[in-house]
Protein backbone atom coordinates (compact mmCIF):
# COMPACT_ATOMS: atom_id res chain seq x y z
CA UNK A 1 0.00 0.00 0.00
CA UNK A 2 1.40 3.10 -1.08
CA UNK A 3 1.55 6.10 2.17
CA UNK A 4 -1.65 7.95 1.15
CA UNK A 5 -3.63 5.30 1.30
CA UNK A 6 -2.01 3.86 4.02
CA UNK A 7 -2.31 6.83 6.40
CA UNK A 8 -5.73 7.05 5.41
CA UNK A 9 -6.75 3.36 6.79
CA UNK A 10 -3.84 3.75 9.46
CA UNK A 11 -3.72 7.31 10.86
CA UNK A 12 -7.02 9.21 9.60
CA UNK A 13 -9.36 7.17 11.47
CA UNK A 14 -7.16 8.75 14.67
CA UNK A 15 -7.94 12.38 13.81
CA UNK A 16 -10.47 13.09 16.18
CA UNK A 17 -8.32 11.74 19.42
CA UNK A 18 -5.47 13.61 18.31
CA UNK A 19 -7.60 16.71 17.78
CA UNK A 20 -8.88 16.19 21.39
CA UNK A 21 -5.20 15.78 22.91
CA UNK A 22 -4.37 19.20 21.23
CA UNK A 23 -7.16 20.79 22.32
CA UNK A 24 -6.24 19.40 25.97
CA UNK A 25 -2.41 20.51 25.59
CA UNK A 26 -2.90 23.74 23.91
CA UNK A 27 -6.59 24.51 25.47
CA UNK A 28 -7.18 26.83 22.39
CA UNK A 29 -8.99 25.42 19.52
CA UNK A 30 -7.52 27.54 16.51
CA UNK A 31 -3.82 26.33 17.94
CA UNK A 32 -5.09 22.61 17.99
CA UNK A 33 -6.11 22.61 14.16
CA UNK A 34 -2.32 24.42 13.73
CA UNK A 35 -0.39 21.26 15.49
CA UNK A 36 -3.05 18.35 14.36
CA UNK A 37 -2.53 19.70 10.87
CA UNK A 38 1.63 20.21 11.11
CA UNK A 39 1.21 16.51 13.06
CA UNK A 40 -0.60 15.07 10.39
CA UNK A 41 2.48 16.54 8.02
CA UNK A 42 4.74 14.84 9.69
CA UNK A 43 3.27 11.29 10.21
CA UNK A 44 2.73 11.29 6.55
CA UNK A 45 6.39 11.75 6.04
CA UNK A 46 7.47 9.50 8.68
CA UNK A 47 4.59 6.58 7.61
CA UNK A 48 7.39 4.38 5.90
CA UNK A 49 8.90 4.20 9.44
CA UNK A 50 6.49 3.12 11.08
CA UNK A 51 5.85 -0.53 11.27
CA UNK A 52 3.03 -1.29 13.50
CA UNK A 53 -0.27 -2.94 11.76
CA UNK A 54 -2.55 -2.69 14.37
CA UNK A 55 -5.29 0.45 15.01
CA UNK A 56 -4.63 0.99 19.34
CA UNK A 57 -0.69 1.16 18.47
CA UNK A 58 -1.23 3.92 15.09
CA UNK A 59 -3.53 5.73 17.38
CA UNK A 60 -0.54 6.07 20.04
CA UNK A 61 1.93 6.76 17.48
CA UNK A 62 0.20 9.73 15.69
CA UNK A 63 -0.72 10.51 19.47
CA UNK A 64 3.03 10.78 19.98
CA UNK A 65 3.68 13.12 17.25
CA UNK A 66 1.07 15.81 17.99
CA UNK A 67 2.26 15.20 21.56
CA UNK A 68 5.72 16.47 20.63
CA UNK A 69 4.42 19.07 17.98
CA UNK A 70 2.69 20.51 20.87
CA UNK A 71 5.73 20.43 22.80
CA UNK A 72 8.15 22.31 20.18
CA UNK A 73 5.52 24.24 18.94
CA UNK A 74 4.54 25.63 22.45
CA UNK A 75 8.42 26.96 22.68
CA UNK A 76 8.18 28.23 19.17
CA UNK A 77 5.34 30.65 18.90
CA UNK A 78 4.83 30.66 23.12
CA UNK A 79 8.13 30.68 24.68
CA UNK A 80 6.37 32.70 27.94
CA UNK A 81 3.66 30.56 28.08
CA UNK A 82 4.96 27.94 30.53
CA UNK A 83 6.15 30.77 32.96
CA UNK A 84 2.82 32.65 32.98
CA UNK A 85 -0.06 30.04 32.24
CA UNK A 86 -0.72 28.93 36.06
CA UNK A 87 -0.86 32.72 36.99
CA UNK A 88 -3.31 33.41 34.32
CA UNK A 89 -5.35 30.64 35.04
CA UNK A 90 -5.32 31.55 38.66
CA UNK A 91 -6.49 35.03 37.81
CA UNK A 92 -8.98 33.92 35.61
CA UNK A 93 -10.44 32.30 38.26
CA UNK A 94 -11.24 35.76 39.63
CA UNK A 95 -13.73 36.00 36.87
CA UNK A 96 -17.57 35.14 37.51
CA UNK A 97 -17.99 31.58 35.91
CA UNK A 98 -20.92 29.28 35.44
CA UNK A 99 -20.64 27.42 38.50
CA UNK A 100 -21.80 23.98 36.87
CA UNK A 101 -19.71 20.96 37.90
CA UNK A 102 -18.47 20.16 33.99
CA UNK A 103 -17.24 23.85 34.10
CA UNK A 104 -15.58 23.38 37.28
CA UNK A 105 -13.35 19.68 37.01
CA UNK A 106 -12.42 21.25 33.00
CA UNK A 107 -11.03 24.00 34.57
CA UNK A 108 -9.28 22.05 37.47
CA UNK A 109 -8.20 19.76 34.30
CA UNK A 110 -6.87 22.66 32.37
CA UNK A 111 -4.76 24.28 35.25
CA UNK A 112 -2.72 21.03 35.89
CA UNK A 113 0.70 21.01 34.32
CA UNK A 114 0.73 19.50 31.07
CA UNK A 115 2.50 16.71 32.08
CA UNK A 116 -0.05 16.20 34.34
CA UNK A 117 -2.95 16.96 32.08
CA UNK A 118 -1.37 14.89 29.09
CA UNK A 119 -1.87 11.78 31.37
CA UNK A 120 -5.28 11.93 32.37
CA UNK A 121 -6.53 13.43 28.42
CA UNK A 122 -4.70 9.67 27.29
CA UNK A 123 -5.73 7.50 30.22
CA UNK A 124 -9.72 8.90 31.06
CA UNK A 125 -10.56 10.13 28.01
CA UNK A 126 -8.65 8.58 25.31
CA UNK A 127 -8.61 5.15 27.15
CA UNK A 128 -4.51 4.44 26.92
CA UNK A 129 -2.45 1.51 28.47
CA UNK A 130 0.10 2.58 30.88
CA UNK A 131 2.53 1.20 28.27
CA UNK A 132 0.99 3.02 25.38
CA UNK A 133 1.30 6.36 27.54
CA UNK A 134 4.39 5.45 28.53
CA UNK A 135 5.34 5.49 24.69
CA UNK A 136 3.69 8.08 23.80
CA UNK A 137 5.01 10.30 26.83
CA UNK A 138 8.77 9.15 26.90
CA UNK A 139 9.10 8.83 30.45
CA UNK A 140 8.98 5.38 32.08
CA UNK A 141 5.58 3.43 33.41
CA UNK A 142 6.36 4.30 37.45
CA UNK A 143 6.09 8.08 36.59
CA UNK A 144 3.48 7.47 34.52
CA UNK A 145 1.57 6.06 37.33
CA UNK A 146 2.52 8.42 39.74
CA UNK A 147 1.70 11.47 37.44
CA UNK A 148 -1.96 9.94 37.28
CA UNK A 149 -2.17 9.16 40.76
CA UNK A 150 -1.54 12.86 41.51
CA UNK A 151 -3.69 14.54 39.02
CA UNK A 152 -6.80 12.70 40.16
CA UNK A 153 -5.97 13.31 43.72
CA UNK A 154 -5.70 17.50 42.17
CA UNK A 155 -9.18 16.62 40.42
CA UNK A 156 -10.42 14.80 43.28
CA UNK A 157 -10.23 17.97 45.19
CA UNK A 158 -11.36 20.70 43.08
CA UNK A 159 -14.79 18.36 42.76
CA UNK A 160 -15.14 18.57 46.15
CA UNK A 161 -14.67 22.32 46.25
CA UNK A 162 -17.83 22.16 43.84
CA UNK A 163 -20.04 19.71 45.77
CA UNK A 164 -19.29 22.07 49.26
CA UNK A 165 -19.99 24.95 46.82
CA UNK B 1 1.38 -6.20 52.40
CA UNK B 2 0.80 -2.83 54.31
CA UNK B 3 -2.16 -0.91 54.02
CA UNK B 4 -0.37 2.08 52.17
CA UNK B 5 0.97 -0.52 49.40
CA UNK B 6 -2.98 -1.34 48.97
CA UNK B 7 -4.42 1.65 48.81
CA UNK B 8 -1.38 2.82 45.93
CA UNK B 9 -2.73 0.01 43.92
CA UNK B 10 -6.23 0.22 44.06
CA UNK B 11 -5.28 3.44 40.41
CA UNK B 12 -3.68 0.38 38.87
CA UNK B 13 -6.50 -2.00 39.90
CA UNK B 14 -9.45 0.25 38.39
CA UNK B 15 -7.38 1.16 35.05
CA UNK B 16 -7.53 -3.10 34.85
CA UNK B 17 -3.66 -2.86 34.80
CA UNK B 18 -3.18 -4.80 38.01
CA UNK B 19 -2.16 -8.95 37.49
CA UNK B 20 -5.12 -10.80 38.40
CA UNK B 21 -3.50 -12.48 41.84
CA UNK B 22 -2.49 -8.70 42.79
CA UNK B 23 -6.19 -7.80 42.37
CA UNK B 24 -7.84 -10.63 44.09
CA UNK B 25 -5.60 -9.98 47.27
CA UNK B 26 -6.50 -6.01 47.16
CA UNK B 27 -10.23 -7.18 46.65
CA UNK B 28 -10.04 -8.78 49.91
CA UNK B 29 -8.50 -6.19 51.46
CA UNK B 30 -11.38 -3.41 49.86
CA UNK B 31 -13.66 -6.14 51.70
CA UNK B 32 -12.24 -5.45 55.17
CA UNK B 33 -10.92 -1.65 54.70
CA UNK B 34 -12.93 1.03 54.90
CA UNK B 35 -10.18 3.93 54.10
CA UNK B 36 -9.72 2.23 50.89
CA UNK B 37 -13.35 1.48 50.28
CA UNK B 38 -13.78 5.39 50.43
CA UNK B 39 -10.22 5.65 48.84
CA UNK B 40 -11.67 3.71 45.43
CA UNK B 41 -15.49 5.49 45.63
CA UNK B 42 -13.69 8.46 45.51
CA UNK B 43 -11.75 7.63 42.55
CA UNK B 44 -15.11 6.43 40.89
CA UNK B 45 -16.59 9.44 41.82
CA UNK B 46 -14.63 11.11 39.76
CA UNK B 47 -14.36 8.76 36.53
CA UNK B 48 -17.92 9.15 36.31
CA UNK B 49 -17.46 13.06 36.56
CA UNK B 50 -14.90 13.15 33.81
CA UNK B 51 -17.03 10.82 31.81
CA UNK B 52 -20.14 13.34 32.26
CA UNK B 53 -18.44 16.28 32.08
CA UNK B 54 -15.10 16.58 30.48
CA UNK B 55 -15.66 16.14 26.64
CA UNK B 56 -13.71 14.54 23.82
CA UNK B 57 -13.34 17.08 20.80
CA UNK B 58 -14.35 16.41 16.47
CA UNK B 59 -12.03 17.27 14.51
CA UNK B 60 -13.47 20.06 12.44
CA UNK B 61 -14.25 19.20 8.92
CA UNK B 62 -12.14 21.70 7.49
CA UNK B 63 -8.64 20.18 9.19
CA UNK B 64 -10.00 16.59 8.61
CA UNK B 65 -10.38 18.19 4.62
CA UNK B 66 -6.74 19.21 4.39
CA UNK B 67 -5.29 16.47 6.33
CA UNK B 68 -7.10 14.37 3.28
CA UNK B 69 -5.80 16.65 0.70
CA UNK B 70 -2.27 16.40 1.78
CA UNK B 71 -2.59 12.79 2.18
CA UNK B 72 -4.24 12.32 -1.51
CA UNK B 73 -2.16 15.11 -3.11
CA UNK B 74 1.21 12.44 -1.93
CA UNK B 75 -0.05 9.53 -3.61
CA UNK B 76 -1.55 9.21 -6.96
CA UNK B 77 -5.11 9.60 -7.61
CA UNK B 78 -7.36 6.50 -6.18
CA UNK B 79 -10.68 5.09 -6.18
CA UNK B 80 -13.22 6.82 -3.85
CA UNK B 81 -12.23 6.22 0.06
CA UNK B 82 -14.69 4.60 2.69
CA UNK B 83 -13.71 6.02 5.43
CA UNK B 84 -15.54 9.37 4.97
CA UNK B 85 -18.51 7.96 5.57
CA UNK B 86 -18.13 6.07 8.74
CA UNK B 87 -16.25 9.03 10.29
CA UNK B 88 -19.89 10.70 9.55
CA UNK B 89 -20.99 8.60 12.20
CA UNK B 90 -18.26 7.75 14.72
CA UNK B 91 -19.53 8.00 17.75
CA UNK B 92 -19.54 12.08 18.06
CA UNK B 93 -18.39 14.39 20.52
CA UNK B 94 -20.98 14.82 23.15
CA UNK B 95 -22.36 18.31 22.89
CA UNK B 96 -22.52 18.04 19.16
CA UNK B 97 -24.23 15.35 19.13
CA UNK B 98 -26.77 15.55 21.56
CA UNK B 99 -29.13 17.82 20.30
CA UNK B 100 -29.10 15.78 16.97
CA UNK B 101 -29.10 12.44 17.74
CA UNK B 102 -31.81 12.91 20.50
CA UNK B 103 -34.19 15.06 17.97
CA UNK B 104 -33.57 12.38 15.57
CA UNK B 105 -34.37 9.21 17.54
CA UNK B 106 -37.55 10.70 19.00
CA UNK B 107 -38.68 11.86 14.81
CA UNK B 108 -37.73 8.25 14.16
CA UNK B 109 -39.91 6.85 17.39
CA UNK B 110 -43.19 7.97 15.93
CA UNK B 111 -42.64 5.87 12.82
CA UNK B 112 -41.37 2.86 14.10
CA UNK B 113 -42.97 -0.71 15.02
CA UNK B 114 -43.27 -1.22 19.06
CA UNK B 115 -39.70 -3.24 19.02
CA UNK B 116 -37.90 -0.27 17.06
CA UNK B 117 -39.55 2.09 19.35
CA UNK B 118 -38.71 0.25 22.32
CA UNK B 119 -34.91 0.28 20.56
CA UNK B 120 -35.40 4.34 20.45
CA UNK B 121 -36.40 4.70 23.69
CA UNK B 122 -33.43 2.83 25.40
CA UNK B 123 -31.38 5.01 22.93
CA UNK B 124 -32.67 7.91 24.11
CA UNK B 125 -32.44 6.69 27.74
CA UNK B 126 -28.58 6.30 27.16
CA UNK B 127 -28.21 9.82 25.43
CA UNK B 128 -30.31 11.42 28.26
CA UNK B 129 -28.02 9.39 30.90
CA UNK B 130 -24.84 11.28 29.57
CA UNK B 131 -26.05 14.60 30.00
CA UNK B 132 -24.73 15.98 33.02
CA UNK B 133 -26.00 15.76 36.40
CA UNK B 134 -28.37 12.69 34.80
CA UNK B 135 -26.22 9.55 34.37
CA UNK B 136 -27.47 8.30 38.39
CA UNK B 137 -29.95 8.89 41.08
CA UNK B 138 -27.72 6.54 43.13
CA UNK B 139 -24.07 7.01 42.83
CA UNK B 140 -22.03 4.32 44.18
CA UNK B 141 -19.79 1.62 43.05
CA UNK B 142 -20.80 -0.82 45.72
CA UNK B 143 -23.69 -3.58 44.45
CA UNK B 144 -25.35 -3.29 47.89
CA UNK B 145 -26.19 0.40 47.71
CA UNK B 146 -27.25 0.24 44.45
CA UNK B 147 -29.64 -2.94 45.11
CA UNK B 148 -31.36 -1.77 48.16
CA UNK B 149 -31.76 1.24 46.97
CA UNK B 150 -34.61 0.22 44.11
CA UNK B 151 -36.79 -1.33 47.12
CA UNK B 152 -39.88 0.90 47.22
CA UNK B 153 -39.14 2.22 43.72
CA UNK B 154 -40.05 -0.48 41.74
CA UNK B 155 -41.76 -3.69 42.21
CA UNK B 156 -38.48 -6.01 40.99
CA UNK B 157 -35.22 -5.85 42.31
CA UNK B 158 -32.82 -6.08 39.84
CA UNK B 159 -29.62 -7.83 40.16
CA UNK B 160 -26.23 -5.92 39.84
CA UNK B 161 -22.90 -6.87 40.04
CA UNK B 162 -19.30 -5.02 40.05
CA UNK B 163 -17.22 -5.75 37.50
CA UNK B 164 -14.25 -3.33 39.05
CA UNK B 165 -12.11 -6.29 38.76
CA UNK B 166 -12.41 -6.83 34.96
CA UNK B 167 -12.32 -3.67 34.12
CA UNK B 168 -16.18 -2.69 34.50
CA UNK B 169 -16.56 -1.05 37.46
CA UNK B 170 -20.04 0.11 38.44
CA UNK B 171 -20.82 3.60 38.64
CA UNK B 172 -24.50 3.51 39.65
CA UNK B 173 -28.39 3.19 39.22
CA UNK B 174 -31.35 5.27 38.09
CA UNK B 175 -34.60 4.97 37.77
CA UNK B 176 -35.69 5.34 33.82
CA UNK B 177 -39.04 5.17 31.56
CA UNK B 178 -38.78 3.00 28.40
CA UNK B 179 -41.79 1.23 26.67
CA UNK B 180 -44.35 2.92 28.96
CA UNK B 181 -42.81 2.03 32.61
CA UNK B 182 -40.30 2.55 35.00
CA UNK B 183 -37.38 0.66 34.94
CA UNK B 184 -34.33 -0.34 36.24
CA UNK B 185 -31.03 1.24 34.70
CA UNK B 186 -27.86 0.64 36.03
CA UNK B 187 -24.48 2.06 35.29
CA UNK B 188 -21.45 0.84 34.47
CA UNK B 189 -18.04 1.95 32.92
CA UNK B 190 -14.88 1.20 30.83
CA UNK B 191 -12.40 3.56 30.73
CA UNK B 192 -14.06 7.09 29.43
CA UNK B 193 -17.05 4.95 28.10
CA UNK B 194 -20.44 4.60 30.07
CA UNK B 195 -22.45 1.23 29.45
CA UNK B 196 -26.21 1.76 30.44
CA UNK B 197 -28.41 -1.55 30.86
CA UNK B 198 -31.82 -0.84 31.75
CA UNK B 199 -33.84 -4.46 32.68
CA UNK B 200 -37.34 -5.28 33.90
CA UNK B 201 -39.31 -8.49 34.23
CA UNK B 202 -40.30 -10.30 31.98
CA UNK B 203 -42.96 -13.01 30.87
CA UNK B 204 -40.94 -16.18 31.40
CA UNK B 205 -39.52 -17.66 28.63
CA UNK B 206 -36.46 -18.97 27.10
CA UNK B 207 -33.36 -17.50 27.31
CA UNK B 208 -31.97 -15.55 24.05
CA UNK B 209 -29.70 -13.10 22.57
CA UNK B 210 -28.25 -11.11 22.51
CA UNK B 211 -29.14 -9.50 19.54
CA UNK B 212 -26.98 -6.21 18.29
CA UNK B 213 -28.08 -2.87 16.36
CA UNK B 214 -26.21 -0.14 16.01
CA UNK B 215 -27.51 3.31 15.17
CA UNK B 216 -26.24 6.97 15.55
CA UNK B 217 -23.00 5.46 16.51
CA UNK B 218 -24.14 3.73 19.60
CA UNK B 219 -24.63 0.18 19.93
CA UNK B 220 -27.56 -1.62 21.62
CA UNK B 221 -27.58 -5.23 22.85
CA UNK B 222 -30.32 -7.34 23.39
CA UNK B 223 -30.97 -10.02 25.19
CA UNK B 224 -33.50 -11.95 27.99
CA UNK B 225 -33.02 -14.61 30.52
CA UNK B 226 -35.52 -16.07 32.59
CA UNK B 227 -36.42 -13.63 34.75
CA UNK B 228 -35.40 -10.33 33.22
CA UNK B 229 -35.47 -8.66 29.43
CA UNK B 230 -32.19 -7.03 29.49
CA UNK B 231 -31.05 -3.84 27.18
CA UNK B 232 -27.23 -2.43 26.77
CA UNK B 233 -26.79 0.40 25.68
CA UNK B 234 -23.02 2.83 24.54
CA UNK B 235 -20.30 3.55 22.67
CA UNK B 236 -18.27 1.19 23.74
CA UNK B 237 -16.84 -1.63 20.86
CA UNK B 238 -18.68 -3.99 20.45
CA UNK B 239 -16.32 -6.49 21.44
CA UNK B 240 -16.03 -5.41 24.38
CA UNK B 241 -20.11 -5.05 24.98
CA UNK B 242 -20.30 -8.60 24.07
CA UNK B 243 -17.08 -9.74 26.48
CA UNK B 244 -19.60 -7.74 28.94
CA UNK B 245 -22.56 -9.40 28.44
CA UNK B 246 -21.27 -12.59 29.00
CA UNK B 247 -19.73 -11.38 32.18
CA UNK B 248 -23.75 -10.15 33.62
CA UNK B 249 -24.66 -13.69 31.72
CA UNK B 250 -22.70 -15.63 33.82
CA UNK B 251 -23.09 -13.55 37.19
CA UNK B 252 -26.83 -13.96 36.46
CA UNK B 253 -26.55 -17.99 35.88
CA UNK B 254 -24.15 -18.07 39.23
CA UNK B 255 -26.50 -15.84 41.02
CA UNK B 256 -29.61 -18.41 39.81
CA UNK B 257 -27.64 -21.85 40.74
CA UNK B 258 -26.84 -19.91 44.24
Known amino acids: MESGARFEALVLPHLDAAYTLARYLTRNAQDAEDIVQDACLRALKYLEGFRGEEATSARAWLLTIVRNTAHSWRKRHRPDALAVEFDEMEHSDAVVHDPEAKETLGRALDRLAPEFREVVVLRELQGLSYKEISDVTGVPIGTVMSRLSRARARLQEALREEEVR | MTHASFEAQVDTYLDGELAAGDARALETHLAQCPDCTRFRDGRLELRAAIVAGVPTF ?49 TLALQRAAGEALADDVLASHIRSLMPGHLTDVPSSDQHTVKPWF ?74 TPDYTCWLVSDLGLAELQEFVLLLRQADSAAGAR
Not at chain 2, 67 to 79: D, E, F, H, I, N
Not at chain 2, 84 to 91: A, D, F, L, Y
Not at chain 2, 164 to 169: D, E, L, N, Q, S
Not at chain 2, 216 to 221: D, I, K, N, R, V
Request: net charge positive; hydrophobic share 40%; glycine share 10%.
Open chain 2, 151 to 224: NGRLDYSPPVYDFAGRGYPLLGGRIDYVGGRAVAALVYGRRQHVINVLLWPAASGPASGPSTRTRQGYHELHWT
Open chain 2, 58 to 106: QAPPALHERVLAAARGSSSPRAPHRFTVQNVWRPLALAASLAVVALGSW
